[in-house]
């Protein structure tokens, strides 16, 4: 199993350019998670999904947009980068049946100039 | 508002030693805590996950426990290595939306 992967690894984007951050998992997860991780602001959740075709908003959710595409995927959009948005962006999903661990992705590290 | 503190300054000790590290919240009543190590430049993997009606949870060199009077989370790593070299997450859920909320982490270098 792959666990929980992420493209791309690294970014690089001018302010105003849109990009699409691709998340899978393959362990037959329902539940799935974007966050945000800052120096010293720690992990910030996005947008979260319960099941396919659910989406919530978390804690940051501005400027940002998500799609569950299926069960194995959960994709997360910026329409227009701004600076403030250079961070470090983690998929997540949860394991079912009373096990509420997460497991997290490997992380894309997005720079917006 | 929900506050969950852990201690900002990295944590340095010397090999063999048991190593302690703090999560501490407020306004807060959850129904589970979970530690989770992360290494640089990788997302943070799951270590010990304790319930509210649990004093302590063991696994290997790890133990974790819960005082929800105190309103605090130990953890410990036992025969600390260089290995364990990184930083430790707390985070905390009540139950109902499975959406945890995590501590800013607090680093351990341990010193061969």
């Known amino acids: 199993n792959a666990g929980v992967t992420q493209t791309p690894k690294f970014q690089v984007l001018k302010t105003g350019q849109s990009m699409t951050l691709q998340c899978a998992q393959d362990?037959?997860?329902?539940?799935m998670y974007w966050y945000r991780q800052d120096p010293g602001m720690g992990l910030r959740l996005i947008y979260y999904s319960a099941s396919e075709g659910t989406t919530d908003k978390g804690e940051v959710p501005n400027g940002y947009n998500v799609s569950r595409l299926n069960k194995r995927e959960f994709s997360l959009r910026l329409e227009s980068a701004a600076p403030s948005q250079t961070s470090v962006y983690f998929c997540a999903s949860r394991g079912d049946r009373g096990r509420n661990e997460q497991y997290f992705g490997p992380g894309t590290r997005l720079t917006v100039t | 508002s929900q506050k969950i503190e852990q201690n900002s300054e990295a944590l340095n000790i010397q090999e063999g030693k048991t190593a302690t590290l703090t999560c501490n919240y407020t306004n807060y009543s959850p129904a589970y805590l979970q530690w989770y190590r992360q290494d640089p430049g990788r997302g943070p993997v799951f270590l010990l996950l304790?319930?509210?009606?649990?004093k302590e949870k063991r696994k290997e060199r790890l133990k974790v426990t819960f005082d929800t009077t105190l309103k605090q989370s130990l953890f410990h790593i036992t025969a600390s290595q260089p290995a364990d070299s990184a930083t430790y997450l707390c985070?905390?859920?009540?139950?109902?939306?499975?959406?945890?909320?995590f501590g800013r982490g607090t680093s351990l270098i341990v010193h061969p």
């Open positions: 362990m037959n997860h329902n539940s």
């Open positions: 304790i319930r509210e009606n649990e």
């Open positions: 985070a905390l859920d009540s139950g109902g939306s499975y959406i945890p909320t």
